[in-house]
């Protein structure tokens, strides 16, 4: 079965850093695109970024270009997020994505987060 399965959330100061891992498993990892999104109590759900299928292309939310940097390990199945200067309005639970087509269907999984909190 498919399986996304975040860690490396916690609790950090305004400006520090944290890393994001997302083990995959279950599905084609290098032919999948896969994507962070956060959402916060009582918010929808937004896209952080995203990476195509080996790593040609990325985007990112306005509010966190240049701060942070999505990547992808085929090899692994992991997929990451480098989060660098954080902001107490980064503060939400972080979710892996997947996109992948399966007999002409497309196929979207999520992982059950890793909560991220950045508070002074």
């Known amino acids: 079965q498919v399986q996304l399965v975040e860690s490396g959330g916690g609790l950090v100061q305004p400006g520090g850093s944290l890393r994001l891992s997302c083990r995959a498993s279950?599905?084609?990892?290098?032919?999948?695109?896969m994507a962070w999104w956060r959402q916060d109590l009582g918010q929808g759900r937004e896209l952080v970024a995203q990476i195509t299928k080996g790593g040609e292309s990325t985007i990112y939310h306005d509010s966190v270009k240049g701060r942070f940097t999505i990547s992808r390990d085929d090899a692994e199945h992991t997929l990451y997020l480098q989060m660098n200067s954080l902001k107490p309005e980064d503060t939400a639970r972080y979710y892996c994505y997947t996109f992948y087509m399966e007999n002409d269907r497309g196929e979207v999984y999520w992982g059950q987060g890793t909560q991220v909190t950045v508070s002074s």
């Open positions: 279950g599905f084609n990892f290098g032919r999948s695109l």
